[in-house]
């Protein structure tokens, strides 16, 4: 995509601010002159681990983010503006904006020289599972818009109150030249009047399919009233990939050696001769629909013994998304714990609501043991296990 000018960005701004009648609760937590809302969506029909809603210290909500790191989120440098780490918190992997997920703190941010976006980095990690950057947004296709942003808005002024819930739109993307803006950004259509809107600024596009989605953009701006005329998100591709990277470290696999590879690994009883705990910890998610440990017992736990005593930072778990298999099979409900013996363990994540097909959870506990408990083990709520890998690293 071409060129987000700055000055356009202003002057969207003044539209924005005349042709609202919104007032700020404070000067943290006003919706930002550019942010644009959800209009002609639906409450999210997913749970989002990676949603964040960017707030004031007292909760009040001014812009939407994504948690692309453990460590850190992605939201519009607009947001930001202003700003100062001390008076800014982020709950994040709850689509409800006022409870649940994680609330988590601020150490700084880095804004992009040119694109309208920024990295927030937090004061400790999280253990929501962070999505990845799209490589393409390709115009002609459809992209979702996640946001808390405001519903309605009226052509004569005024716009509704940011909801609680999280809500969610599909729209077309447009060629570059559509929205005749130039580099950084991706131009989408206002079919039937669907939009972002004010309160949604920073919040996610997203690219693929329920349980495999990636990030295109983040929210950066539109038209005076919302659903009148094409929008913009800032574009995350090409150097500004190469910018994400160099600022919050590399995407992918975590750095190091897997060390549960090969290891001796126990599980519940298994579904098949063939799907024991050792396929989990094979190091292989290519080798089929049998390449996992499956389970159906009462209670589905698997353990793994790592040899030794490490400082663990990080467990990875490969669903059955990961596997090949339909995303509605992954992990929904699980817990993860520690132990140095294999016979005290502690707790150090619990997860509900996952609906990805490979969740990352940073963790900061020594330990020889890992374990993995299936409390749901699928979307619509089956009593069956599948999981193709279970890693840790150090």
């Not at 950057?133 to 002024?157: D, H, K, M, Q, Y």
């Amino acid at each position: 995509m071409r060129g987000l000018v700055k000055g356009m960005l202003a002057a969207a701004a003044v539209l924005i601010l005349t042709g609202s009648a919104v007032v700020p609760a404070t000067a943290q937590e006003q919706p930002d002159p550019l942010t644009p809302t959800i209009i002609g969506g639906v409450d999210a029909t997913e749970n989002y681990g990676f949603i964040a809603s960017m707030q004031g210290n007292s909760g009040g909500h001014f812009c939407g983010g994504a948690l692309i790191r453990p460590t850190w989120v992605l939201t519009a440098k607009h947001c930001m503006a202003g700003e100062v780490p001390s008076g800014v918190q982020i709950r994040i992997g709850s689509n409800n904006r006022n409870s649940g997920g994680t609330v988590a703190r601020v150490r700084r941010w880095v804004d992009h020289s040119n694109a309208d976006t920024s990295l927030v980095e937090l004061t400790a990690p999280v253990t929501h599972q962070p999505i990845s950057i799209a490589p393409v947004v390709a115009p002609g296709s459809t992209v979702r818009l996640l946001g808390w942003g405001a519903t309605t808005c009226n052509p004569g002024g005024g716009c509704g109150g940011a909801p609680t819930n999280l809500r969610q739109v599909d729209v077309p993307v447009l060629p570059d030249s559509a929205c005749g803006t130039g580099q950084w950004v991706i131009c989408l259509d206002n079919k039937d009047g669907k939009s972002a809107c004010y309160g949604d600024s920073g919040g996610p596009l997203l690219v693929g399919t329920p349980g495999n989605w990636r990030l295109g953009g983040d929210t950066s701006g539109g038209p005076a009233v919302c659903g009148t005329a094409r929008f913009y998100y800032a574009e995350l591709q090409g150097s500004v990939n190469t910018w994400i990277n160099s600022v919050a470290g590399p995407d992918g696999p975590p750095p190091g050696n897997n060390l549960a590879l090969n290891k001796p690994a126990t599980g519940s009883a298994a579904c098949n001769a063939n799907e024991g705990a050792a396929k989990a910890v094979n190091g292989s998610v290519s080798g089929g629909t049998t390449d996992k440990w499956c389970s159906t017992a009462g209670t589905k736990s698997l353990q793994v013994d790592l040899g030794s005593g490490h400082a663990l930072k990080k467990l990875v778990v490969k669903h059955a998304g990961a596997g090949g298999e339909s995303a509605t099979f992954n992990t929904r409900d699980f817990d993860l714990a520690v132990s140095p013996d294999g016979s005290t363990w502690t707790t150090v994540t619990t997860v509900r609501g996952n609906a990805s097909g490979t969740t990352e959870h940073a963790i900061g506990n020594s330990a020889r043991h890992i374990r993995l408990t299936v409390v749901t083990g699928a979307q619509s709520g089956g009593n069956v296990a599948r999981i193709y890998e279970f890693e840790a690293y150090a």
